[in-house]
């Protein structure tokens, strides 16, 4: 999908963050998570939300249209977040899906701007076991290992295996475009995924912040997820988030939203239509 149309934010620290502008409506920004960014997590998605929605896709610092900066780190990516959605002028919705579900959370807290959110498996690392912790450490050095021969497809592969269930790493894996599209990205996916695995710096999804929640946001997780630790942390911020709608959707795993992109656009839309003020909907 086409469009001429770029929104542009400065963040905290001077970096510029850009995304695309798609669609008619109602503002919604999507947030995108690891080994992407906007156009590649949302391409398939799009089409069923430009007709009802005005959708940002906003690229993370070090990726697409947006400035590169040494800073890596979750709460920057959250800064950059805010102030995406600050510069639109407007109240607006928020999603998020995996990594970008974490960035969705600790930005609904952090800005008075988001009306209403919605986050599919939101990484939440409070809610990561020992178990899991052990085997996402023994992830990262593997991947690591793999990035440093200079194997960024192995990478890209070695973490789709982790993170989804078979119908979906089948469907990944056979498209070798997409897979060395994604493995572009993984030098800035490293310098995240240590700053984020050792639990540096602050985390978005601290249950303190969690509690700051009060606009209304739809967390979701899927019946048929990779990962156990997935849907416990699903489980966790809506525990903690006062306004929060936790829903299982059955048969789906973590990438949903490429897959599945009609059943998880109609989730999110149907919650954000029936939130906003009836004169944002009929504009």
């Given amino acids: ?44 998605l799009l ?39 600050e510069s639109i002028g407007e109240p607006v919705a928020l ?11 600790g930005a609904t807290a952090a800005s008075d701007m988001v009306r209403v959110a919605a986050a599919h498996e939101p990484i939440v690392f409070e809610a990561m076991d020992a178990a899991t912790r052990t085997a ?38 056979g498209d070798t475009d997409a897979m060395a599209e994604v493995a572009s990205f993984v030098p800035v996916d490293l310098a995240e995924f240590r ?3 050792r639990g540096q710096g602050q985390s978005p999804t601290a249950p303190e912040t969690l509690r700051t929640i009060d606009v209304p946001l739809l967390v979701t997780y899927g019946g048929a997820t990779g990962q156990r630790w997935f849907a416990d942390s699903a489980r966790f911020a809506a525990e ?7 829903r299982e959707l059955d048969g789906l795993g973590h990438a949903a939203h490429l ?8 989730e999110v839309a149907n919650f954000v239509s029936s939130t906003l003020a009836p004169t944002r909907i009929a504009g």
Wanted: aromatic share 8%; with cysteine.
């Fill in 1 to 44: 999908m086409e469009t001429d149309r770029i929104q542009r934010a400065t963040s905290d620290d001077g970096t510029t963050i850009a995304g695309r502008v798609y669609g008619e409506g109602p503002p919604l920004v999507l947030v995108h998570g690891a080994m992407a960014d906007g156009p590649i997590e949302w391409s398939e």
């Fill in 47 to 85: 089409p069923h939300l430009v007709d009802r929605f005005t959708c940002y896709l906003p690229d993370m610092r070090n990726r697409g249209l947006s400035d590169p900066h040494p800073d890596p780190s979750r709460a920057a990516r959250v800064r950059d977040t805010v102030a995406f959605v």
């Fill in 95 to 105: 999603m998020g899906a995996s990594g970008g579900g974490m960035t969705t959370l």
């Fill in 136 to 173: 996402y450490d023994n992830l990262l050095e593997q991947v690591v290992e793999y990035a440093e021969r200079g194997d960024r497809m192995a990478v890209a592969e070695t973490f789709f295996t982790w993170i989804t269930n078979d119908a979906e790493f089948a469907a990944f894996s």
């Fill in 195 to 197: 700053e984020a695995f």
């Fill in 240 to 246: 903690r988030i006062p306004t929060a709608t936790l």
């Fill in 259 to 266: 897959l599945d992109p009609e059943r998880i656009a109609s």
